[in-house]
């Protein structure tokens, strides 16, 4: 089990009350994904490197195609 305060809502939460998005935990050698709508629900845990290599894709494909 993941601490509760280990957990971060992304910055991009949407409209509304703000859940509509993603929060992230920061554990030593990976990062845990989970849907922020249902908390309790599974979680997807992927190494680090990929995760930093995912988010600057992202970035660049929105750099890209603003």
């Known amino acids: 089990m993941i601490n509760p305060d280990t957990w971060t809502k992304s910055s991009f939460s949407g409209g509304g009350q ?3 998005c993603v929060e992230v935990a920061h ?3 990976h990062i845990a994904i989970r849907d922020s709508k249902t908390p309790a629900r599974a ?11 995912f988010v600057d894709a992202i970035k660049h494909a929105a750099e890209a195609h603003p």
């Open 18 to 20: 703000g859940n509509a």
């Open 43 to 53: 979680t997807v845990r992927v190494p680090a490197g990929a995760f930093s290599a």
């Open 27 to 29: 554990l030593h050698t």
